[in-house]
Nanobody, 119 residues
Framework: QGQLVESGGGSVQAGGSLRLSCAAS?????????MGWFRQAPGKERERVAV????????YYADSVKGRFTISQDNAKNTLYLQMNSLKPEDTAMYYC???????????WGQGTQVTVSS
């Protein structure tokens, strides 16, 4: 059974940076088609933030984070990252790591890590 565990969340002031990590276990990292970061703020719908193919390719970013967030991965360490720079209060949310082991289905999810950005 695949497991995803996020870490790296916290509280920062606007303009600050955080790096989230997602450690994948249970299956070989390359057996996932895509890895992604999602976020959900209270009272809002879940938003897809960034996605990367485990075999490479151009990452996807939501318009709201383009130019500020960078998704990356270390296949040897089975770890996904999200570098978040120039954080804004509107980035405040619970951030989730997810994986597609079945194409087009986000079938594995982490427990989430909270990011809070104060103005």
């Amino acid at each position: 059974q695949g497991q995803l565990v996020e870490s790296g969340g916290g509280s920062v002031q606007a303009g600050g940076s955080l790096r989230l990590s997602c450690a994948a276990s249970g299956y070989t990292y390359s057996s996932y088609y895509y890895m992604g970061w999602f976020r959900q703020a209270p009272g809002k719908e879940r938003e897809r933030v960034a996605v990367i193919g485990t075999s490479g390719g151009r990452p996807y970013y939501a318009d709201s984070v383009k130019g500020r967030f960078t998704i990356s991965q270390d296949n040897a360490k089975n770890t996904l990252y999200l570098q978040m720079n120039s954080l804004k209060p509107e980035d405040t949310a619970m951030y989730y790591c997810a994986a597609q082991r079945v194409l087009n289905r986000w079938d594995y999810w982490g427990q989430g890590t909270q990011v809070t950005v104060s103005s």
